[in-house]
């Protein structure tokens, strides 16, 4: 099969690490794609850079400068100049519009570092889900890799991986245990896309032999 | 450590099999300890039938009988004559009474078909919580034990257990991958709290080395 083109969605302040892990799988082979546009919402964030010094394509769109409906429609043409197969957010955390979703159904991803449904939805990112999963004293958590659909940590779930949790972690100890494993389901993921082996079937991934 | 003295909580429905579990291991000596006495809400309910088959005392304690606290004050003198250090709930169902919980603090268990906080809850008991899983298409369930506590699932956990999903289970088909790991979990939890190595500090429970 051909390569995919791959957009992967940045946030503000994230380090990049996913974004990272992704541009070293479509470098090494592991990802059958390579990262043909970082999106991101401000050129500063530490992602963006990132892609800058890997002379990696970025586009900078901040929200703050368009009605929602047009945020979007600069998305859609960026994603169609660059003639995006599939969208990973990578610490993206806004609401992508309707049409985009509609557009893009079953071709955009995320991953949480946690065991959907357990420590996800609204507000749950970053370090809040640590806390959450150290607060609750699960002995086990984990990342996992969804497609997005309309709302917070409701899509089809992809792949899911397991941690231990530890008495005496803290959410810095628990997120970089977490980290690694976010990495490799995520290449996984985007890897079995790029075969064409995901095919969801209702509110479940089906992953073809 | 001298041998604990287990009661085990049965419900009028369940087969019984982790009343057997718990008996097998104690009899093996997985377990330090004994299953004292069985306390069901009725004579004829399966797992009764098995107490009595293998000439373990049991005691059924009809709810409709009593009132609320009346109910409460005759488990709790059960509880007593039989000299009981844990309670094992396996299967039961009712809330226990506010005094029961007190006088047991951190001496109730009860194991869960999830890995809590995932499809736990009221209402969520047997093939409810495989169906719920199934559904939302996770690829990993388990098993979870946990000391109980004022509400539904949500007291200290003490041991996780870790199945994958697979995409053509049914709930059946998962409740039968789940079912060893709640065994193998409840045998672990409760020779933990035998050999008095189960710590609750706050919402989490310590291993002890």
């Given at each position: 099969?051909?390569?995919i083109?791959?957009a992967?969605?940045?946030?503000?302040?994230?380090?990049?690490?996913?974004?990272?892990?992704?541009?070293?799988?479509?470098?090494?082979?592991?990802?059958?794609?390579?990262?043909?546009?970082?999106?991101?919402?401000?050129?500063?964030?530490?992602?963006?850079?990132?892609?800058?010094?890997?002379?990696?394509?970025?586009?900078?769109?901040?929200?703050?400068?368009?009605?929602?409906?047009?945020?979007n429609?600069?998305l859609l043409?960026?994603l169609r100049?660059?003639?995006i197969d599939l969208i990973c957010l990578?610490?993206?955390?806004?609401k992508l519009g309707q049409k985009l979703i509609d557009t893009y159904r079953d071709r955009i991803m995320n991953?949480?570092?946690?065991?959907?449904?357990?420590?996800?939805?609204?507000?749950?990112?970053?370090?809040?889900?640590?806390?959450?999963?150290?607060?609750?004293?699960?002995?086990?958590?984990?990342?996992?890799?969804q497609f997005v659909d309309e709302d917070?940590?409701t899509g089809p779930i992809i792949?899911?991986?397991?941690?231990?949790?530890?008495?005496?972690?803290?959410?810095?100890?628990?997120?970089?245990?977490?980290?690694?494993?976010?990495?490799?389901?995520?290449?996984?993921?985007?890897?079995?896309f790029?075969?064409g082996?995901l095919r969801v079937e209702g509110r479940k991934v089906?992953?073809?032999?």
């Open positions: 099969m051909n390569p083109n791959i992967v969605l940045v946030s503000g302040q994230g380090r990049g690490t996913n974004l990272q892990a992704i541009l070293d799988a479509c470098a090494n082979g592991r990802i059958n794609g390579k990262v043909a546009v970082v999106i991101g919402v401000k050129d500063d964030a530490p992602a963006m850079q990132r892609a800058r010094d890997q002379r990696i394509e970025s586009v900078s769109v901040s929200p703050k400068d368009f009605s929602e409906d047009d945020y429609e600069v043409s960026i100049d660059f003639k990578a610490g993206y955390m806004r991953v949480h570092p946690a065991l959907i449904p357990s420590f996800a939805g609204h507000g749950m990112y970053g370090h809040h889900v640590h806390e959450a999963a150290i607060e609750r004293g699960v002995k086990v958590s984990g990342a996992t890799v917070y940590d792949i899911q991986k397991i941690v231990p949790v530890l008495f005496d972690d803290t959410p810095d100890v628990l997120a970089a245990r977490v980290l690694p494993e976010e990495h490799r389901a995520y290449v996984e993921a985007i890897q079995l790029a075969q082996r089906r992953i073809l032999e």
